[in-house]
Nanobody
């Protein structure tokens, strides 16, 4: 049974930092592209960042480039999202996801990802 468990969310002031973690089990971690998505009530889930399974190349939505960094640790089967210079508009539930297909053209499409965590709340507020 595949499980993705996110942690590290919380309340932070604007300009602050958080590091999200996603521990994966029940899958061959190295064969999956891993992604982070976020969602606010009433809006669609949106792509935040992804890291490819083979090359380790990373991809980001424009609004987080230069502030967020995605990384993965194969020894721990864990993917991270380091979030710096947080803004109020980053407030959302953040989800970890795993994609076994590895197709670059759909890396930003949530429907591509087969496995999802339950999410962790990130609130940026003073």
């Amino acid at each position: 049974q595949v499980q993705l468990v996110e942690s590290g969310g919380g309340l932070v002031q604007p300009g602050g930092s958080l590091r999200l973690s996603c521990a994966a089990s029940g899958l061959s971690f190295r064969t999956y592209t891993m992604g982070w998505f976020r969602q606010v009530p009433g809006k669609e889930r949106e792509f935040v960042a992804a890291i490819r399974r083979s090359s380790g190349h990373t991809y980001y939505r424009d609004s987080v480039k230069g502030r967020f960094t995605i990384s993965r640790d194969g020894a721990k089967n864990t993917v991270y999202l380091q979030m710096n210079s947080l803004k109020s508009e980053d407030t959302a539930v953040y989800f970890c996801a795993a994609d076994g297909n590895g197709i670059l053209s759909t890396i930003r499409d949530p429907s591509t990802y087969e496995h999802w965590g339950e999410g962790t709340q990130v609130t940026v507020s003073s």
